[in-house]
């Protein structure tokens, strides 16, 4: 059983940034890949960030490429999200997420979610 507990959103203005972070109740490294997604109001979950088990590769929807980055520090169980130049589209609900498996861009391919962290961004 691994929970997920995220923290860091809030309110923004457009252009600002924001960190996220998703901290583990187990050790992550080794197995766990693990992935950020989102979900705006009326629209389906969508993927956003994911990382390798070590942290040496990185994936990223084409709408945040180059404005997010998703790192992890395995030695404190913890996933990030740095989130800059942040656009009101940008604005939802983002779960962090924990895989066994390989394809991450794909939320059937979590086993563990996170309960959330609200993001607004304003005009």
């Known amino acids: 059983q691994v929970e997920l507990v995220e923290s860091g959103g809030g309110l923004v203005q457009a252009g600002d940034s924001l960190r996220l972070s998703c901290a583990a109740s187990?050790?992550?490294?080794?197995?766990?890949?693990m992935g950020w997604f989102r979900q705006a109001p009326g629209k389906e979950r969508e993927f956003v960030a994911g990382?390798?088990?070590?942290?040496?590769?990185?994936y990223y929807a084409d709408s945040v490429q180059d404005r997010f980055t998703i790192s992890r520090d395995n030695a404190k169980n913890t996933v990030y999200l740095q989130m800059n130049s942040l656009k009101p589209e940008d604005t939802a609900v983002y779960y962090c997420a924990a895989t066994s498996v390989q394809n991450l861009r794909e939320s059937a391919s979590y086993e563990y979610w996170g309960q959330g962290t609200q993001v607004t961004v304003s005009s």
């Open positions: 990382i390798s088990r070590g942290g040496s590769s990185t």
């Open positions: 187990v050790r992550t490294s080794g197995r766990w890949r």
